[in-house]
């Protein structure tokens, strides 16, 4: 059964949330301040996710939230905020919360968010499963986000990365340039598709001998690129 934290010094509030998580099939731990939390989660490093109420008698959940991911935990974690509290659905997102649910909230609704950030969380233990692409001389650790190429590590920024992954998850295949920013700046994104070519160029600095003679990483003229190994 998944663990789940719950941070709350509303008994009533704490034990409505614990009881409907139960009925979900989750194992609920239960804390009334943050320092109780944080000792909860010293102790049950298996929680997956953890609910995190604000307004607390010691430590604020914002500070719980951002000593959680100081250790570089990458659990899921929801704010619970009060209403009309829009500045803390900010400062919770700033301060590494996935999601937020406002009070008063349903079982429902609840439950909802919860599983919505369990599948995404799902999401990363498959690829902890795989952790290494390798295609010719270079090796992509996906756990720790690196790229060595003949064992020497290059250096790349985020959006490298993604796009090192995209190319190396589809070798051979011809992907448009609006298919590269869809899944590497995502569907929000509102930018150019020269914003593409601008990045493959810097990348094809890092990781081809001869960037104007791509080796690796190869034009598919009139379309878009290719990793051609
Ligand atoms: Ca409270």
Redesign the pocket.
């Known amino acids: 059964m998944k663990k789940i934290l719950v941070l709350?010094?509303?008994a009533n509030?704490r034990s409505f949330v614990v009881i409907n998580l139960r009925r979900s099939g989750f194992e609920p731990i239960e804390a009334e301040t943050g320092e109780m939390a944080l000792e909860k989660l010293r102790v049950n490093p298996d929680i997956c996710l953890a609910l995190l109420?604000?307004?607390?008698?010691d430590i604020d959940?914002f500070e719980v939230c951002r000593r959680i991911r100081a250790t570089g935990s990458k659990m899921g974690i929801i704010m619970?905020t009060?209403k009309s509290q829009e500045i803390d659905k900010v400062t919770g997102l700033m301060t590494g919360a996935d999601d937020y649910v406002t009070k008063p909230f349903s079982p429902a609704e609840l439950t909802a968010r919860v599983d919505a950030l369990i599948r995404r969380l799902g999401i990363d233990e498959d690829e902890r499963s795989s952790t290494e692409l390798v295609s010719g001389p270079f090796l992509l650790n996906t756990r720790n986000r690196t790229l060595e190429k003949d064992g020497q590590r290059l250096k790349l920024t985020q959006i490298e990365y993604l796009l090192m992954k995209l190319f190396m998850e589809n070798p051979g295949k011809a992907m448009s340039r609006e298919d590269i920013l869809t899944a590497v700046w995502g569907n929000d994104f509102k930018g150019e598709l020269k914003t593409v070519d601008v990045n493959i160029r810097r990348l094809r600095i890092k990781i081809e001998s001869d960037p104007t003679e791509p080796e690796y990483l190869t034009t598919v003229w009139g379309y878009g690129y290719k990793w051609g190994y």
């Open positions: 709350e010094d509303e509030i109420d604000v307004m607390l008698p959940g619970l009060a």
